[in-house]
């Protein structure tokens, strides 16, 4: 049996708010709000979050895979995937890749692991879809969309909703588009295309699918699929036909908005955590054509650990304090430029302690080090170390909170933080209130952007109150 054997969310805690968006630009604004990503975010760190907490309690060493879909990935060459995969600390003989342009692409990548684990090239393949979506101010569309990374665990142990049967068409089709060099995508004519390219396609995917598994739509428990918005959502519900119980809420619309390729993945966690044991769950994901699943939630779903995580991380919520700050953070206004000093050779030297954060044991006395170091400060002891992990939640030790440093979000928190397990780790905090920082606050480490110097992106860790 091959299908899903875990999940996981990240939802930036951020919110622009309808309020925030009326008082900068007139207007009412509405009631709704979306998910925005902090300035330290992007479609590489949301990926990492959303598969952290896929393989919390999960053996990071069985993993055989990991796919990375995304219409926003900062790098457009160089392997995104495989910095997140070095950001999880996942064994190195693995087979990684990047899924783009389209937002069916997180299905693609999906499938292409049920297809993976299928032929017997991993027990298991991790699949994150991430996508951090930019409107142009003022535009209503600025709303609508959001910032959001699903992640999905593909294996044949513990499955909780095994893949019965996928089907996947392919049409050209010009909806939502953007070229090289763009920061927006184009919709135009959007009621037309909605009704008269995505609709049928949703429809034909859908009896496609049903045909080849020997089903009609009143066998079918959940019917997930996308649309550009709630109201499409809500529109396309009475032509698809399927009875009215099996739709899923537009709750994610109005909550995060629209986030792309995340959207279709996040859409069936939330229909997995209410899922009973034998439910059929029709999955439908458009781009550029259909990719179109039937899976069957297993008698493991009641007990999986993470039911429920999507809920928690849709509450966590905080309204970003100014639409001008929301500007910022996406880079649509000018801002001081710090050109900080960055080197790839000590990048690709320190990987392991940089990205994997590997730290060093002493073997004479068993002293923890992070960053690794070739003395040891107890016993004096020179090149006697082994290779360490660092532990990933802490408290803090000492801070100070830094008003000169230009940043979209100031002030930069600057903390040591004693690491469970041993060592300290030195750093900024992030998605902290600075009212809130304090001594002995509980802090996770978190794989966010510090900064970009020479033309690339450093990333690294900072602490993210729990
Ligand atoms: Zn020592």
Known sequence: MVGITGYGVHIPSYRLTGQAVGAAWGGPGGKTERAVANYDEDAVTMAWAALDSCLAGKPRGEVGGIYLASTSLPYLEMGNSALVASALDLARDIHSADFAGSLRAGASAFLSAVNGVKAGMAKSILVAVSDLRQAEPGSPAELEVGDAAGGLMVGSDNVIAEIKETISLTREMVDVWRREGEIYPHEEDARFIRENAI????????????????????????????????????????????PETS???????????????????????????????????????????????????????????????????????????????????????????????????????????????????????????????????????????????????????????????????????????????????????????????????????????????????NYFWKMRPI
């Open 199 to 242: 609709l049928p396609l949703l429809k034909e995917a859908a009896e496609k699918l049903l045909k080849k598994a020997g089903l009609t739509k009143d066998k079918i428990n959940k019917v997930v699929y996308t649309a550009p918005d709630a109201r499409t959502s809500q529109t396309f519900q009475k032509s698809l036909g399927f």
């Open 247 to 457: 739709y899923p809420a537009v709750e994610l619309y109005q909550k995060i908005g629209n986030v792309g390729a995340a959207l279709p993945v996040l859409l069936l966690i939330q229909a997995l955590e209410t899922a009973k044991p034998g439910d059929r769950i029709l999955w439908l994901a458009y781009g550029g054509g259909c990719d179109a699943f039937l899976l069957e939630a297993t008698d493991k779903i009641g007990s999986f650990p993470n039911r429920g995580i999507l809920a928690q991380a849709l509450e966590s919520r905080r309204a970003i304090s100014s639409y001008g700050k929301f500007l910022q953070f996406r880079g649509n206004l000018p801002a001081e430029k710090v050109n900080p000093y960055t080197s790839t050779i000590i990048l690709n030297r320190e990987e392991s302690a940089i990205i994997r954060l590997h730290g060093v044991r002493c073997q004479n006395c068993g002293e923890r080090y992070f960053p690794p170091r070739r003395i040891c400060k107890k016993c004096r002891a020179k090149d006697k170390f082994e290779d360490w992990k660092l532990g990933r939640r802490g408290k803090i030790y000492t801070l100070t909170k830094d008003h000169l440093p230009p940043t979209p979000d100031p002030p930069v928190i600057m903390a040591s933080a004693d690491i469970e397990g041993g060592g300290r780790f030195y750093g900024q905090m992030a998605d902290c209130d600075p009212a809130k920082a304090e001594i002995g606050m509980e802090v996770e480490l978190t794989f966010r952007r510090l900064h970009e110097g020479s033309g690339f992106i």
